[in-house]
């Protein structure tokens, strides 16, 4: 296995354990937290999410690079860049949208459920069946 097959199987692993520890673990099990409030949930998971968003940015940077370095079977290169798109539309389109209602939300505003949770959460999901098949097929598919 090549360096940058190498480095871009470790980052899609990686990608994978932090967007399932954090979103699909940390995000729903804190608002079960004694005393924890929706605002205070809700400033948590701003940080949270921010910090996770940024290092998530730098993951697809990383594989944006290495990927096409290690030169894998084309399968093998689209599932991570279908992680990468999906972050992307997660930041660009999602996020705005959640970080509005969060603000009117601890701004005292109540507001009834949003959708866009449940969106990121798809996005989330496709997010973690690209990098698991991309970390596969990026393994099996090394020289």
Do not use: D
Not at 16 to 32: C, D, H, N, T, Y
């Amino acid at each position: 296995m090549s360096g940058s097959s190498a480095t871009a199987t470790a980052v899609c692993f990686v990608w994978l354990g932090m967007v399932l520890a954090i979103s699909f673990l940390e995000a729903p099990i804190k608002f079960r937290a004694p005393g924890v409030t929706v605002p205070i949930g809700l400033s948590i998971g701003r940080l949270v999410f921010r910090a996770l968003n940024i290092i998530e940015c730098v993951f697809a940077a990383a594989l944006l690079v290495a990927i096409p370095l290690a030169a894998p079977q084309p399968a093998a290169l689209v599932a991570p860049l279908v992680a990468v798109a999906a972050l992307l539309g997660q930041l660009g389109g999602v996020r705005p949208w959640l970080n509005q209602r969060t603000k009117a939300v601890l701004a005292g505003a109540t507001r009834a459920r949003s959708r866009g949770h449940y969106v990121y959460v798809a996005m989330e999901g496709v997010k973690v069946i690209a990098l698991a098949l991309g970390g596969i097929l990026l393994l099996v598919s090394a020289p």
